[in-house]
């Protein structure tokens, strides 16, 4: 429509043309700027519930990794405190080394030592922090007292590593003679030695 039949209209059409834009105007400004305005508020009210559900979880999830990482921390302490317990190939290779000098301190005669090797055994399953150990034994006969050969028993396993005296036999010499002969079977576990393992 032309401004010359704009303007030969009468006044109420003129009215009712410029209404009808004003009309067109607010229907489009609507559509372009209100309706996803509206639209993104519904879609936020629906899934609010869910969101709220997911941030339950993650807080689900958070605590429960807490609680691991603390169980891991309690397991990786008590690693350490049987790691302690047992010698390494060269602390255990150093304390049969000594066994003669140890069973002499105590006052008791090495008539022999022999070594023997136990079984390999991996302490842990599947683990990055498995310790892999294995037994080591030496058959040892010393002369004594009974109080020197008890002392003997109690030196070997006054140490921060566990030592084992799996078999213990005495046998006196004679009635009236305090001398005894005693075959004892020595046990200590072996690991690979921590520091080595990890620079590997």
């Known amino acids: 429509m032309s401004v010359e039949k704009i303007a030969k209209l009468s006044s109420s059409s003129r009215s009712a043309a410029f209404g009808a834009l004003i009309l067109i105007g607010a229907i489009a400004l609507y ?3 209100v309706a996803p305005h509206v639209t993104y508020l519904h879609a936020v009210q629906r899934y609010e519930p869910t969101v709220d559900v997911i941030l339950d979880e993650k ?6 990794l807490a609680g691991k990482k603390k169980r891991v921390e309690k397991l990786r302490e008590q690693a350490s405190q049987l790691r302690r317990t047992l010698f390494t190939h060269e602390k255990g290779a150093e304390f049969f080394s000594d066994l003669q000098t140890i069973a002499e301190e105590a006052g008791c005669v090495v008539n022999s030592v022999n070594f023997g090797a136990g079984g390999s055994r991996p302490s842990a399953r599947q683990s990055d922090i498995a310790l892999h150990a294995s ?3 030496a058959m040892l006969n010393v002369v004594g007292t009974y109080d020197q ?5 109690r030196r070997l396993q006054a140490r921060t590593q566990n030592v084992w005296i799996d078999a213990l036999d005495m046998t006196s010499f004679s009635m009236d003679s305090a001398r005894i002969r005693c075959d004892m079977t020595i046990t200590i576990c072996t690991i690979d030695d921590e520091e080595a393992r990890l620079n590997e």
Do not use: M, S
């Not at 807080?59 to 429960?64: D, L």
């Not at 050969?149 to 028993?153: D, K, V």
């Open 31 to 33: 559509n372009w700027i």
């Open 59 to 64: 807080k689900a999830t958070i605590a429960a």
């Open 149 to 153: 050969i008890t002392g003997l028993a």
């Open 135 to 137: 037994d080591q034994r």
